[in-house]
Structures are given as C-alpha cells and as structure tokens.
C-alpha cells in the first residue's frame, strides 16, 4: 500500500520556524509591569504550564509568579533572567508592547532619493526606498531601473547579502562565475562578497527590487 506523500512529514533538519505573529491582546499605555504580565501569562499558557509547575520550574514562589502576572509587583534582573530562562525565551521577549518608541520610515511612491552610482552615467536609475538610523541601519532597499541600453555595465563587490527580485523586463545578470537570467518574479539571492552586476540587458525597460542586508559591524553607505 502506497503512503500518500502529501501526509509524510520530512525532517529537513532546519530550525523550527520563528514565531512572528502577536498572539492575543497586548497590553495599551506602555506600563512595563503589564507589558512584562501579559507576556510571562501569555508563554506560560503557550508552554501548557499551571502557575505552579512555572513557579517550580523557574524556583520562585507560586504567590510571586501570581503577582508578576498580575503586574503587582515590579521583577529584578535576576527573576527576569530565571523567567525567560524557564520559558526558553530571549529576555527582551519579556518586555514586548511596553511603550517604546520604533522608528519607520514611509516612502511614497517615486518619491525616494535618487542615489547617484557607478552605473548612472550609463543610464542607470538607482531610488532609494527608505534607511533606518543607527543600529538598524542594515538593511537598504533601492528600486533600479534601466532604461537605456548600454555596453558598459557596473560591477559591485560588498559586504552582506543582496537578493534582487525582479519586476519588469528581462536580464542576464552575474554574480562571480555564473550568470542567471532574470524575468519578472524571478529572484536572485547573492553573496555581495562575490562580483555581481548585470551583463545583457534583453528587454528594456528593465526594473528590480535590490535589498542589501550589511553585517552588523558594517556601516552601510
């Protein structure tokens, strides 16, 4: 009897995936001792834990835990600690919906700064879609257009990791060795340490999405 392939799980050996989505209602007013309430309450029921198998687990009294997930009393570093510990969460997991400030940048559409590159003279249209400041200044994001056919194309070499997705047109584009044609909806996911850039524009006007993500030590340009 043959099993049906779509009910076989496969271990592919990757990581569990991240949990991405906010599960229930976070707390409003920004209060750290509600933020710190709702998420303890909230990863402990997540985990199928009772107030009392958490308390033994993380070695503080039932009364204590209470209180915390009650936000009736304000927790040390240290229970702070044994707390994501015992849930097996990162400690900053522990603070999310307290009111801090985020930054975000919205661009409208064609309204981004235009960045002048090595391929501009040879009508290359490079339009930034928005930075962050300071730490989170990794990411950049730059919708390129060519428009004009040309021989002479710009090659790159960088830190990080570049993927392009392509929207209009069609192109053959390097990166170190190899050469990848690219046509609408087609993505390209490279190693920026290696030479890249477009070697045959087949049909203009071409347009991609390139997404540069900078190591963390790197101070992107």
């Given at each position: 009897m043959r099993a049906d392939a779509s009910n076989i799980v496969r271990d592919t050996g990757d990581p569990a995936p991240v949990q991405r989505?906010?599960?229930g209602d976070p707390p409003t007013g920004g209060d750290l001792e509600a933020a710190i309430a709702h998420q303890v309450r909230l990863l402990r029921r997540n985990a199928?834990?009772?107030v009392a198998e958490m308390a033994t687990k993380v070695g503080i009294s039932k009364a204590m835990l209470s209180k915390i997930e009650n936000a009736q009393t304000s927790c040390s570093l240290s229970t702070l600690a044994r707390l994501a510990a015992g849930l097996d969460v990162p400690v900053?997991?522990?603070?999310?919906?307290?009111?801090?400030?985020?930054?975000?940048?919205?661009?409208e559409s064609g309204k981004g700064a235009v960045i002048v590159g090595r391929g501009t003279r040879v009508g290359h249209h490079y339009e930034?879609?928005?930075?962050l400041r300071g730490q989170h200044k990794r990411l950049e994001p730059v919708l390129v257009t060519l428009a004009d056919d040309s021989e002479v194309f710009p090659r790159f070499q960088h830190p990080g990791t570049e993927?392009?997705?392509?929207?209009?047109?069609?192109?053959?584009?390097?990166?170190?060795?190899?050469?990848?044609?690219?046509?609408?909806?087609?993505?390209?996911?490279?190693?920026?340490?290696?030479?890249?850039?477009?070697?045959?524009?087949?049909?203009?006007?071409?347009r991609f999405l390139a997404v540069t993500a900078y190591p963390d030590n790197h101070e992107a340009e």
């Open positions: 989505e906010v599960v199928g834990l009772s900053t997991s522990l603070f999310r919906g307290a009111d801090v400030e985020r930054e975000a940048v919205y661009t930034l879609l928005g930075a993927l392009l997705y392509m929207l209009e047109g069609v192109m053959v584009y390097g990166h170190g060795n190899a050469e990848y044609t690219l046509r609408p909806g087609d993505c390209l996911l490279l190693d920026g340490e290696g030479i890249h850039g477009p070697h045959d524009l087949v049909r203009l006007p071409i």
